[in-house]
């Protein structure tokens, strides 16, 4: 016997759509025997209402009026699932402002007019609900706003992209180069027709902007991330990286250093072979977060597609019939005003080690100058390789691994390397992330 009913209103039927409608009909019963909630689909708004989906919607469901949702007062919750800034953010204001809770998976809008979005929600006395704009089916907002709400985070390491774990586990495990993982990752229907928001980092870059606001409770924007892509990955370096024991992931790391100062990034990373993230394989994603009470989690799941990103959004839907998620949204600390000036740490400040593949003239000394140029930057050699190459230009590639150093030391490094008269390719560097195995 449900303890009440709630009606759903979908504005958008593609293929998250139609999951979460899927779930709705099929899966109501037992998710009413576990919540007591009935949850009843009343709506689903899209321009297009002859397409075939795979979900048959019962008669008089399917509408390409948005007004109809918008006015039915029935209607408790709206989700919005067409994506994009523009049409979307002018869709959630329209449901909060029809006094509806918004439940959404688009993590750019988010990222980029959260502020707006949810001081309207606040001043409509409605919540926003977001889970599935994080990791697909990992529940890992969920996990850092209550699961591990007694801790203080001290670091997140993210696989956020699935397209481009799946293109460097290709890269890494089939020997492919970028273009051809890439072009696997289109066939195969993971990364989009234009993938470049994948690619260049920024989509894992939105996501990071939205768990580490929740995470560190302070507004964080897009721009407050450095972002690399791994867009101008050459499949050589993962060839010298793996030989000296490291794999390469597209890390979305949110870190809290002791005096206070938040360092976001999103960057092609070398970590370690043995972490379990460097076995995170294919489409998937994973999330670690270290807290001070619980030491280092790890979650792991699918981070797109239609069942994951669709299981992500009942769950928002039935957080938000319990009332949960109105509690919750209520002390989310997301505004500016929780902005502390100063707090967000530059990159040039950051401390790291790294990767330096040079391609240098084969004759005596080469090594002389790199090491006089590093050690005149303070920088400290932890590793080096070369291999004979056998080739008429006589230019052998020198691979340097670098001890913990400052990013700003490195760049300098890099610049006056670069002008070397035996140096003959603009020197490549990844960042190396000594990911730690606990919170100590
Ligand atoms: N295109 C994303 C990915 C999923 O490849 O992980 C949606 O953010």
């Known amino acids: 016997m449900s303890e009440k009913t709630i009606k759903i209103g979908i504005v958008g039927f593609g293929t998250v759509g139609s999951g979460v409608a899927k779930i709705l009909l099929e899966d109501a019963d037992h998710i009413e025997a576990r919540t007591g909630i009935k949850l009843e689909l009343a709506k689903v708004v899209d321009i297009d209402t002859k397409k075939a989906r795979p979900v048959k919607l019962p008669d008089g469901i399917l509408t390409d009026d948005l007004n109809s949702l918008l006015n039915d007062k029935d209607i408790q919750i709206g989700i919005e699932l067409i994506g994009g800034t523009t049409i979307a953010k002018d869709i959630q204001l ?8 918004v439940i959404t998976a688009n ?3 988010l990222a980029e007019h959260g502020n707006e979005l949810y001081a309207a929600a606040h001043k ?21 706003r209550t699961g591990l709400a007694a801790n203080r985070i001290k670091a997140i390491y993210g696989i956020l992209n699935g397209t481009c774990n799946y293109i460097l586990s290709n890269m890494t495990k089939k020997d492919e180069s970028f273009k051809a993982a890439l072009k696997q990752a289109q066939n195969k229907g993971y990364a989009e027709a234009d993938p470049t928001l994948d690619i260049n980092g920024q989509d894992s870059a939105h996501k990071l902007a939205i768990l580490s606001s929740i995470a560190f409770s302070c507004e964080i924007l897009p721009g407050d991330i450095f972002v690399e892509g791994i867009e ?18 597209l890390l979305a790391i949110g870190q809290k250093t002791d005096d206070g100062k938040i360092f976001l990034r999103v960057h092609p990373s070398f970590i370690s072979g043995d972490n379990a993230l460097a076995r995170v394989d294919g489409p998937f994603n994973a999330v670690s977060i270290f807290g001070h009470a619980v030491g280092q989690t790890m979650f792991y799941g699918r981070g797109a597609g239609m069942m994951p990103t669709a299981s992500a959004v009942v769950a928002d839907i039935i957080e938000v019939a319990m009332g949960n998620s109105k509690k919750l949204f209520k002390h989310l600390s997301l505004e500016p005003k929780n902005k502390v000036a100063g707090i967000i740490g530059k990159i040039d400040e950051l401390v790291s080690r790294f990767y330096i593949k040079l391609r240098v003239s084969d004759k005596p000394g080469v090594f002389a100058q790199i090491c006089t140029i590093l050690a005149n930057h303070e920088i400290s050699l932890s590793g080096v390789l070369q291999h004979e190459e056998h080739n008429s230009h006589n230019i052998v590639p020198a691979i340097v691994i670098t001890h913990l150093t400052q990013q700003k030391k490195n760049t300098a490094a890099l610049a006056d390397l670069a002008k070397l008269e035996i140096v003959k390719e603009k020197p490549v560097c990844i960042r190396i992330v000594d990911i730690p195995e606990d919170s100590d």
């Open 232 to 249: 101008n990955i050459d499949i050589v370096d993962i060839r010298y990286g793996r030989e000296m024991g490291y794999t390469l992931k």
């Open 107 to 109: 993590k750019a809008l």
């Open 124 to 144: 409509a006395d409605r919540c926003i609900a977001f889970e599935a704009s994080c990791a697909g089916g990992i529940p890992i907002i969920s996990a850092i």
């Open 94 to 101: 329209k449901m909060l402002a029809a006094g509806k809770d």
